[in-house]
């Protein structure tokens, strides 16, 4: 495993007005530390030759993910992965992408095995080894779910990540409870009088989380990497149970180009429907704000899933969209005010 | 692998040793191949003395100065002067100006000039000398690049200028509350102390002759346009009817320049707002600008139009000289069609006028062409080659006199493509070919990577301070402020080493290989999903499509 050590102060880099700021990976001008992912060194967690779809959000998610928790642990971490694309495409016997220890059990107990694998190194007295349980949206927030909130309520010491993209990817793209109002997935087609998925349904279960009341919650989106980054980092300086949702297109479930994965993750953050924000034992700290400008319709328009609100007859449901986003705008305060 | 009583125990489906996904070779699923390239900037492009903008910015963006002016100086000798002159194509060019404001570039030079003059930084003498000697005949920005460049290459320059000093238009043509003369003399010192020779008040009438009498190889001649452009005007009266560029001339060089009272100037180009603009501060009475056409389709700069709004200078658009009479002028209106063409009215007005000037362009004085058969009685410009040749070999011009936008700038950029062309064929070498490059337009960068900044402007005197002498008008940027400039260029087209690249690409099929060093990809992994082209900020990638 990789022995270097490797500390970035990620979110205290702040370097404003040199060009590209803090939005690119790195910033040629910084003459303080950078982000990881910009590091020669970083310990590409997640290998070259996994079988993700060409541009893929997940496996971009995961690398930046436990590369980041690999060098505040330096190595000494165990990552529990739930079933899902994640899984399917890293681990097909007998190959593996992880460059870590890493178990997969089943598809909804990702969180009860990463709880028992934390309470076995604990009695060991092995606290300095670190674990992460990982899974998509289907096997976090559905099938998942009585585990992951039996993991909070208990508060293991054991950080879950899930990368959110919306539907069950891996089985053909059918609707998860993430799924948002009029996508079409292969089980809510764009026919009939509600085309698409049904608005009213899912939930959310960062503020599921929260409402937990465990240490720390966050929600990142892969199109700010050194905000996911500062997100993990933080989350690994804490001991008990913590939550982090990461928002990554998928190309190929929502009908992107593979070459507008970050693009597309970008316009969800501006339009107002992904709110980055980071709370701590059910409060919110921390509300990332967006510049006022961008209505939904970019966004949707560059994703197959909802072509068909663009259609005669269904502006509701743009309208309907565009209200989902405004109201996060409200509720989490979202537009800087000048 | 277990073993009970000697009999190895294997599970089903098992018996293969796990291995790294690296066996498998990802690259395979690619149709779409990402490849660096290096594009153009249209600040680069733009420029007409041909300099590496974003080269010398990127030095300023770390605070070296001095590296940025040795870039600077390899295309332009005069950072201090264009810095003040130019008039800045490059930020027309300049793709930030579709989002928050062009980099100020032409400030930036001016600090990186005014900085260099402070410092006494000096050209380098050339190492080995060529033997050759070269005639520049003008001293004006033309002259002074070809002499310079040609110095650098190593060849014995001497410069014949026929007034008393040096500086072309430059000194004679540009009002000083533009240019001070102090940055100007220090600049061309600085250029003769790398060892040119120069003969002031020295007119060549015959080339040839020269050529032979002094044994000089080669000739580049650049002596500007000087005469006057005029149209007969109804003029019966006492009142005087003076030519633009002689009246900046003779207020140089503290000659009668014959302007008082109210002047009205007649032209719409910078040579028209200069003059007025000198009127006001030689007669302290507020001057008229005749313009036939409307603002919109001024030649001026706008923002010398500006200046001179501000000032306090009449301007008449839509308007033509009729007649001049005893202290008064009488315009004619005009009326523009769609397309801004002027046409006459028959409509009358008529102004108080001290004097008149006329400002409506210059023209070369080409006896000495004629006279070798390059140029033909009528003609007005000489034409030449791609190498700046004219139809004789060995004598090259460039700056006002030949085709071109007429600008310092572009004469400046024609002294240092001569200087190359000159060099070439003094060594018996054939023109370069131009090296056709892509340009890095606004289409091909991702601009979201780029925060807004408040761009820093020079800081300028209050009309009613500045309109009494001949101050610089202008001041200039504060160190931090040209190093904020310098770091709102986007480095359009070139890498910058910004690892979006790396950092987003979902296979890790890309190297980095160390500071300065850029990145290569590893197509045996490379998917081609094209995240990093588009992701890239400054459009450094292609998305090439795959042969079989």
């Given amino acids: 495993m990789q022995s270097q050590i490797l500390h970035f102060p990620a979110k205290e880099a702040m370097i404003i007005g040199q060009q590209t700021g803090d939005r690119t990976i790195s910033n040629r001008l910084a003459d303080t530390a950078d982000s990881l992912q910009g590091a020669a060194e970083r310990s590409n967690a997640l290998d070259s030759g996994h079988r993700a779809c060409q541009g893929c959000g997940e496996a971009l998610g995961a690398r930046h993910a436990i590369d980041t928790a690999l060098d505040t642990t330096d190595g000494e971490l165990v990552v529990v992965n739930a079933t899902g694309c994640l899984e399917v495409f890293s681990t097909p016997y007998p190959q593996s992408a992880w460059r870590t220890p890493w178990i997969h059990s089943l598809f909804g107990n990702a969180a009860a095995v990463a709880s028992g694998v934390a309470q076995s190194f604990r009695i060991q007295g092995k606290e300095n080894v670190r674990v992460i349980a990982q899974g998509g949206d289907g096997g976090t927030t559905d099938i998942g779910m009585g585990c992951l909130s039996g993991m909070f309520e208990r508060n293991e010491d054991v950080l879950y990540i899930c990368y959110n993209n919306e539907a069950y990817m891996n089985t053909g793209v059918q609707r998860s409870s993430q799924t948002p109002g009029a996508a079409r997935t292969a089980t809510t087609m764009p026919v009939g009088e509600h085309p698409g998925n049904r608005f009213g349904t899912g939930k959310s279960v960062p503020k599921i989380a929260m409402a937990h009341g465990i240490p720390y919650v966050a929600t990142a989106n892969i199109a700010n990497p050194r905000d996911l980054e500062a997100k993990v980092r933080k989350a690994m300086s804490i001991r008990g149970a913590r939550y982090i949702e990461v928002f990554v297109p998928c190309p190929l479930g929502w009908g992107t180009a593979s070459c507008d994965t970050i693009k597309v993750a970008r316009q969800a953050l501006n339009c107002g429907l992904t709110p980055l924000y980071e709370a701590e034992y059910g409060e919110i700290t921390a509300v990332n704000k967006i510049a006022p400008s961008e209505t939904v319709g970019a966004y949707l328009k560059s994703q197959r899933r909802f072509a068909h609100v663009f259609k005669r007859g269904n502006e509701h449901q743009l309208e309907a969209i565009q209200a989902i986003a405004d109201a996060n705008i409200r509720a989490f305060d979202l537009v800087e005010s000048k | 692998m277990t073993a009970i009583e000697g009999q190895q125990l294997i599970p089903f489906a098992t018996t293969l040793e796990p291995g790294t996904s690296r066996d498998n070779k990802t690259g395979s699923w690619r149709n779409l191949r990402p490849e660096y390239v290096q594009n153009l900037p249209p600040c680069n492009d733009s420029c007409p003395a041909g300099e590496n903008i974003q080269a010398w910015l990127s030095h300023v963006q770390r605070g070296d100065f001095h590296g940025a002016w040795q870039e600077i100086v390899k295309n332009n000798p005069l950072p201090a002067t264009m810095g003040r002159v130019c008039y800045h194509p490059c930020q027309s060019g300049c793709n930030r100006k579709m989002t928050d404001g062009s980099v100020q570039i032409n400030a930036t030079e001016k600090y990186i000039g005014d900085r260099a003059l402070e410092q006494g930084w000096q050209f380098e003498p050339p190492e080995k000398p060529t033997g050759n000697r070269v005639l520049v005949i003008g001293g004006g920005p033309g002259g002074l690049s070809a002499a310079y460049h040609l110095r650098r290459a190593g060849h014995t320059v001497t410069i014949f200028e026929g007034m008393p000093a040096l500086g072309g238009m430059l000194r004679y043509g540009i009002p000083s509350y533009r240019l001070p003369r102090e940055i100007l003399d220090a600049e061309i010192d600085r250029i003769l102390a790398m060892g040119i020779e120069v003969r002031t008040n020295t007119r060549v009438h015959d080339i040839k002759q020269v050529m032979r009498s002094e044994g000089f190889h080669a000739v580049f001649t650049a002596v500007g346009n000087w005469l006057p452009n005029r149209v007969d005007v109804v003029s019966k009266a006492k009142t005087p009817v003076l030519d633009g560029i002689d009246v900046l001339r003779k207020v140089e060089t503290g000659e009668d320049h014959g302007m008082k009272g109210s002047v009205v100037v007649w032209g719409g180009g910078n040579t028209a707002v200069d003059v007025a603009r000198v009127a006001l501060r030689v007669t302290g009475e507020r001057p008229k600008l005749i313009l036939r056409r409307d603002m919109e389709h001024m030649r001026a700069h706008p923002e010398e139009v500006q200046d001179a709004l501000d000032e306090g200078v009449q301007f008449f658009n839509l308007h033509t000289i009729h007649e001049v009479r005893d202290g008064e002028v009488v315009l004619e209106r005009m009326q523009a069609d ?189 998917k081609g999903c094209g995240i990093c082209a588009t992701e890239c900020p400054l459009g450094a990638l292609d998305m090439v499509m795959e042969t079989i």
């Fill in chain 2, 338 to 526: 769609d397309r801004g063409r002027p046409f006459p009215t028959g409509r009358y007005v008529t102004v108080a006028a001290g004097s008149v000037v006329m400002a409506l362009g210059q023209s070369a004085e080409l006896g000495v062409m004629e006279k070798m058969g390059i140029t033909q009685s009528g003609d007005w410009e000489v034409p030449v080659s791609p190498g700046m040749m004219t139809s004789v070999p060995g004598i090259f011009a460039g700056g006002d006199m030949v085709p071109s936008i007429r600008t310092v700038t572009a004469a400046i950029g024609h002294g240092k493509k001569a200087a190359r062309n000159i060099d070439l064929w003094l060594n018996d070498q054939p023109v370069s070919e131009r090296r056709e490059r892509t340009i890095a337009t606004f289409e091909r960068m991702n601009t979201a990577y780029y925060p807004d900044v408040e761009t820093n402007h020079r800081p300028k005197f209050e009309a009613g301070e500045r309109i009494y002498d001949f101050r610089e008008v202008k001041g200039g940027l504060t160190e931090q402020q040209a190093i904020q400039e310098a770091q709102r260029c986007m480095s359009c087209g070139n890498c910058m080493e910004c690892d979006n690249c790396y950092g987003f690409c979902p296979d890790n099929a890309i190297i980095k290989l160390g500071a300065g060093e850029g990145f290569k990809i590893d197509y045996d992994y490379c």
